[in-house]
Nanobody, 116 residues
Framework: QVELVESGGGLVQVGGSLRLSCAAS????????MGWYRQVPEKGRELVAT???????NYADSVKGRFTVSRDNALNLVYLQMNSLKPEDTAVYLC??????????WGQGTQVTVSS
């Protein structure tokens, strides 16, 4: 089992920045890909950014150039640096852990609200 705990969400104005963190514990060595999804009621859950154990990054088109995902394998942490935030970035951000085999793991989520 893997436990994922997010932190760093909050309220920010348009154009501002936030940094999300996700701490992983348990069978962390089983995770191939880690990253972030976000969820809004009318859109469901969507990919934001992921990073593989080898450091290969993947981003949704809507966040390219504004968000950066990074991973500290030694400390079992994954980060999401969010810059130039827009109102449409408002969502619950969920930490994601994709194992080499089996079902993915999810954190509880952290709310990000961008006010205009």
């Amino acid at each position: 089992q893997v436990e994922l705990v997010e932190s760093g969400g909050g309220l920010v104005q348009v154009g501002g920045s936030l940094r999300l963190s996700c701490a992983a514990s348990g069978r962390v060595h089983s995770l191939s890909v880690m990253g972030w999804y976000r969820q809004v009621p009318e859109k469901g859950r969507e990919l934001v950014a992921t990073i593989s154990s080898r450091g290969i990054e993947n981003y949704a088109d809507s966040v390219k150039g504004r968000f950066t995902v990074s991973r500290d394998n030694a400390l079992n942490l994954v980060y999401l640096q969010m810059n130039s935030l827009k109102p449409e970035d408002t969502a619950v951000y969920l930490c994601y852990g994709g194992p080499f085999y089996g079902s993915p793991y999810w954190g509880q989520g952290t709310q990000v609200t961008v006010s205009s």
